[in-house]
Structures are given as C-alpha cells and as structure tokens.
C-alpha cells in the first residue's frame, strides 16, 4: 500500500492550497480517508477524515468552513481544499486510511502517507 501526497507549499494568510492524496495497493473505495498535520514539536492532529463512499465527512474545530475533504474513487484519490489560511495552519500534512476508522486518532489508521509541508506566512 503506497499513499503518495502532494500539494504543500508557501502560501501568504488569507490564501488557498490543494493537497492531493493518490492511493495504491488498496481497493480505495472500501477505504475512510483522514488528513492529519504535525507543527513542529507538537503532535499529530486530526484535520478531517471522509467516509469510504464520501456520504459523510468531519472536520477538526480550528479547520471547519476553511477546509474541505473530498473522495475521488474512480481516480483513488482523496483531497483537501484549504482556505483561507492562518499561520497557525503551518504544518507537514499527512494523508491516512484504514477501512474501519472514521475518526480522530492517528494510530488508529493503518496506512500512512509521506506528508507534504504547508507553510504560511502572516
């Protein structure tokens, strides 16, 4: 199994970025999808995590109506919109799944993506 996300980069606040998520190895569409993100000297936090078939999805307080997650299955796929960033939006972000979990605890999830950075500047 091979997550492979991209998308991070430097962004002024007020900005938008795209992560992209592209799965492999798993049928993709018996999967939840989480993004989680990790600031420098801190944890592991849950962003948002959607359904297998997209029916449903959760968002982290600090993220709600700034940030979207979206599920392509036929292109094995998952997203996550973000607007409207902070500084305090910086972090590596994380893309995971697991075919039972549709929650906030990172060790629950059983396959891991690389992480790609976010970073925004005031």
């Known amino acids: 199994v091979q997550l492979q996300a991209s998308g991070g980069g430097s962004v002024q606040a007020g900005g938008s970025l795209r992560l992209s998520c592209v799965a492999s190895?798993?049928?993709?569409?018996?999967?939840?999808m989480a993004w989680f993100r990790q600031a420098p000297g801190k944890e592991r936090d849950f962003v948002a995590v959607i359904h297998q078939r997209g029916w449903r999805s959760y968002y982290a307080d600090s993220v709600k109506g700034r940030f979207t997650i979206s599920k392509d299955n036929a292109k094995n796929t998952v997203y996550l919109q973000m607007n409207s960033l902070k500084p305090e939006d910086t972090a590596v972000y994380y893309c995971?799944?697991?075919?039972?979990?549709?929650?906030?605890?990172?060790?629950?999830?059983?396959?891991w993506g690389q992480g790609t950075l976010v970073t925004v500047s005031s």
């Open positions: 190895g798993l049928s993709f569409s018996s999967y939840n």
């Open positions: 995971a799944a697991d075919q039972d979990v549709v929650g906030r605890v990172w060790s629950a999830y059983d396959y």
